[in-house]
Nanobody
Framework: QVQLVESGGGLVQAGDSLRLSCAAS????????MGWFRQAPGKEREFVAR?????????YYTDSVKGRFTISRDNAKNTVYLQMNSLKPEDTAVYYC????????????WGQGTQVTVSS
């Protein structure tokens, strides 16, 4: 079992930055690929970014955040981060952290979400 707790959301203005954190329980954090997703009001949840667990670290981003968001992880602290720069009103959403076993495709563990609101 993996428990995930997000933090760092808030209300900011367009152009500002925020860093989200996701703390994970468990002893095998490095064996999980970690992802960030978001869900805006009235919309389906969408993928934002993911990062592989160990070895050669590989990052993927959805096109709308490339160049603005950076996903990173600290396996010693069981934490994954999402640095969000140049925020736009369309980034407003609840952001979720998720985990999947490396080599699998389904995210089996999800956090409770943290609200990010970007005002224009």
């Amino acid at each position: 079992q993996v428990q995930l707790v997000e933090s760092g959301g808030g209300l900011v203005q367009a152009g500002d930055s925020l860093r989200l954190s996701c703390a994970a329980s468990g002893r095998t954090f490095s064996s999980y690929t970690m992802g960030w997703f978001r869900q805006a009001p009235g919309k389906e949840r969408e993928f934002v970014a993911r990062i592989t667990g160990s070895g050669v670290i590989v990052r993927y981003y959805t096109d709308s955040v490339k160049g603005r968001f950076t996903i990173s992880r600290d396996n010693a602290k069981n934490t994954v981060y999402l640095q969000m720069n140049s925020l736009k009103p369309e980034d407003t959403a609840v952001y979720y952290c998720a985990a999947r076993r490396s080599g699998t495709t389904d995210y089996n563990y999800w956090g409770q979400g943290t609200q990010v609101t970007v005002s224009s």
